[in-house]
DNA sequence: ATATAATGCGTAATCGTTTACGCAAAACCT
DNA sequence: AGGTTTTGCGTAAACGATTACGCATTATAT
């Protein structure tokens, strides 16, 4: 205590309340001197709030880094280092490595502890979070399809995307497209036919994982089966370099004998050899416009559903 | 209230006090039914504790994703997942950037927000932070190697592994070596030319950025001023990526003409066409020990410094 | 000069827990 | 049965801020 009451000191710091420029300078540079810190948990309790942005995505596995998570990640950070906001990173692993950590995230967001909270669809636990974050009354937004009714989403059309994909397979002179990925993402294949038009009669399906070792399998498989494909969709970046590395090794020239597009544009689509071309979602769009929207909703402004519009960007894989 | 007092609540879920089971269960279904879940600003606050861990890292960009950082974040989160503790990711910009939001750290570690960080080397703004930790007394680790006198630090031997490279170099034939890198990877440069022996007479070192585009401009400089150079080390993979597509599109052989190596084996440089000959330095691990470590630190355990070893791993591009 | 409004700051209640303390009841001795 | 220990739980004091309220003091208006 250097003279002034509590509430003088928290006024100082607040930006609210009543008090003189000089008492304020005075409080700030003693504070300074002193290494004086608002206690945050006092100040959270008494004002009931939090600085902490809430991050929450289904993890494919412990051991991989997500690339698709990672850059929506990145465009989130470039928002909230902007307003002082700090980010909470939680990937929710899939159901069947135990019981897993949702009732700890749970706890944390009934409990409080977050300002808002931004969760990528993608598992069922993706789905129970938001209901909970509905009823802790929690500003939330949703990146991507989710079988919920809500207006606080911002999403991307993978259908238009893949479209384009189709499109620009026929254009140039392709004949026997194939689609690898899982039977979940009924809208890429949708997509992809459609813009296939006529040539869609001749589409070859390939179920398998969306992972680098899945696009190789998924090379061997199709070259024994159907040595006529001649153009393939991959459902990720990822997948598409399994594909094309297994293919180089099959002696297979891409793109001469084999045009390759890859989906989400992630970084080292463009440092691969051949650079994967891909639809690219703007990924650090798609972060920053979710994190742009969480601040709106958590500061009482209307908020409207988003599209990130895709883009299909041509490298050296076509 | 439900004919207890909040003492016997607060018993009920904190697993410490005496408590009859009974009564235990008995609340738990309440407040099950209830739909209640302690305050964790109030917990927070009143035990002056925080489930949080605080991680600080170097960010180049805000645009493109730093492999190096994600897989380290990978292991850190695999170890929390288990401890029920949460993780927040806190990326430091170069100073250039405006003040950055290094006092917002600062006030943050300082308020007791935080059970204990974890700061990875690199920057100024990384030492900053320890010092900030110690002052404020909250458990930190360091990763990697910072000019400050401390025991709670995980490191690589990045000379070792340089040296690994170099040998490796010497063994199959090559004569004609080049580094690529910064000017501040003196380690890696005085291993690499430990392991080169003799060879090392003839080394070009060549600097400049930590990037893809580095590697690129990195290939066109070294191939027109010395063509003789048959093997290269990267300081990084994302330099190596770089440095072998240019030399691809320059229709110099990968690995018949130039070996290369990279630095670090972050998980796309498998995937690359070469893929990408690295000396490891197990980034998961190097993460998954420090988390380990930082939770001795705060259960008042012993913690001595450990060191994460290096391993070459060769694939097609050498 | 007086009335009125605006400003600055201290008092004390509040936020929702945890936990030391104390007392009754139950459990355990000999 | 009487004494001692253990157990279960309520009381009330922290934890460290925020903020409504009220009282001086100063500024503004007439």
Redesign the pocket.
Known sequence: ML?????????A??E?????????QYIIAKAEELG????I???N????NSNIIGFFYPSISTEQPDYFIIEIQLGINQVLLSTGNLLQTNPMPPESQGNGPLASYRDYIL?GGLAGVIIVAGSSESVKLVEIARAAEVPYIVIGHMGIETQYTVTFDNAIGAALAGKYFVRTGRHHPAYIGGHLDKRKQKGFREGLGETAASLIFHTGGHTFGGGATAFRELREKYPEIDCVLCANDVLAAGFIKEAIAGDVRIPEDIAVIGFDDVRFARYNTPAISSVSLNLHLLGSTAAQMLFKYINGEPVTPELIRCELIIRESC
């Open positions: 003279g002034v009451s509590t509430a003088t000191v928290s006024r710091f607040s609210k309340g009543r008090i003189s420029e000089k008492t304020r004086y810190c608002a206690n948990h006092a100040r309790l008494s004002s009931s409990s």
